[in-house]
């Protein structure tokens, strides 16, 4: 089946978007010919006297609510032609000064009526990246031409490629909405752009980065609507759910959630603090960056230009009378003794670790030069993570394990465990997003002791894990129900394979 970039785009007479969205009327996809309108709840019907009168044909009408009508509207109109049709069309002359002032006065990016190739090529590209839930968009640039990479459930895949020549303009377009100097091209740069597409609401994090062909350029799409998650909807496990809300209705104390880079932890940490956010406390964080904005908390960002450090930013927020401080990371012995001072003068505080696993965190904070007895008295829990994919259920096929594959996870041979296979649920890929494998440590009074005796890892394992799953064996039981592959699940058990 052909790749969602290579099909073709039916060229029809349509309903402009400004006015769909407006007057609360879209077209539906029509495959045998005919067409259906979409009428928004609320909408005035007269408004499709001006329709029939538009499209010059008769037309079947459905009723949908608000949700149901901005997916219509995202579906329709995210994209108008082929992203690899409009990169044909951009000149070599094109002027960067003209693409500066050709940016549309509206944010969202589905009105913009600007017909540059380029801005167009943005735009498609941007929101076909939305549609297809991809976390990051990856715009390199190489002699032989300028390569388009989207990360899908955490793989990148190479979406489209272009002559060497549209780098400079498709750049200085990425940067002109960003806000950044264009005439700047040999140090990196951050930007935010603020979008909106189709009635929801992104917010693109840019970051460029001077190369030996051009500057490279990464997109990552943050849904705001993500920043109203709640602890319900992390896929935890129920023992590590009751670990988190326990250590949550603690007064004091340090909650840290450890894992690699993308691997949740700030979405873990805002689901928290959403738990937290009932008005009763004053929470504020300091994070590098500000991911999502939430209502009810007040969030500042690190900014090393003018001396704001985590250590600096969370000594200046301990004297804004917080109830629950959150730190974007502990990265040095400054951070983690303030963060411990902090717990244990009456201050919630959640944060996250650079470690493999969650007993990883207690040796990390250990080699900051903080005192056993201080992080025995004031840690609460650690939640460690992981993602991996999770298999279209729609499409998966079970077979049996092999020798080596049941030796790795621990299965016996011929265990039935499920590949992807692909179908046009997922768009050929054989999965669908991602799922979190957790694992959990509550710190009671046995692990508070082994902690402050300077007990090592496994000593501490052999505890915290007699009656709980760790990441292995979470991950191996998500093999067993078919949620995922045995290869994700053997990525992450390998580093398990010394626990007890």
Known sequence: ????????????????????????????????????????????????????????????????????????????????????????????????????????????????????????????????????????????????????????????????RMPARVAPVVVSRIKVMARLDIAERRIPQDGRIGLSLGGKSLDVRVSTLPSRAGERVVLRILDKDQAGLSLDLLGLSGAVE???????????????????????????????LQQLNDGSRNILTVEDPVEYAIEGVGQTQVNSKVGLSFAAGLRAILRQDPDVVMIGEIRDRETADIAVQASLTGHLVLSTVHTNDALGAITRMRDMKVEPFLLASSLRAVIAQRLVRHLCEHCRKPVQSDKSVAALLGFDTGTIVYEPAGCAKCNNTGFTGRIGVFEAVRIDATIRRLINDGGDEAVIARHAFVNAPNLGSAARALVKSGQTTAEEAIRISRSEDNDG
């Not at 785009?9 to 539906?28: H, K, N, Q, S, W």
């Not at 076909?128 to 640039?141: L, N």
């Not at 340090?254 to 690699?260: F, R, S």
Request: hydrophobic share 40%; no cysteine; proline share 5%.
């Open 1 to 160: 089946m052909a790749t969602r970039q290579s099909l073709p785009i039916t060229a029809i007479i349509d309903i402009p978007y400004g006015f769909a969205r407006e007057r609360g009327v879209v077209m539906l996809p029509h495959e045998d010919g005919s067409l259906t309108v979409a009428l928004r709840d609320g909408a005035d019907p007269e408004v499709l006297i001006e329709v029939r009168r538009h499209l010059a044909q008769s037309f079947d009408i459905v009723f949908v609510d608000g949700p149901a009508f901005d997916l219509h509207l995202q579906e329709r109109y995210s994209i108008d032609q082929s992203a690899a049709g409009l990169a044909g069309e951009i000149g070599t002359g094109e002027e960067l000064d003209a693409l500066a002032s050709g940016i549309p006065s509206a944010e969202d990016l589905l009105d913009s009526a600007d017909d540059a190739p380029a801005i167009r090529l943005i735009n498609g590209i941007i929101a076909e990246a939305v549609r297809q839930g991809v976390s990051d968009i990856h715009i390199e640039p190489y002699e032989s031409g300028l390569i388009v990479r989207m990360r899908i459930d955490g793989v990148l895949k190479e979406s489209l």
């Open 242 to 272: 009751q670990v988190l809300r326990e250590a949550l209705a603690e007064p004091n104390g340090i909650i840290l959630v450890t894992g690699p880079t993308g691997s949740g932890k700030t979405t873990t940490l805002y689901a928290g």
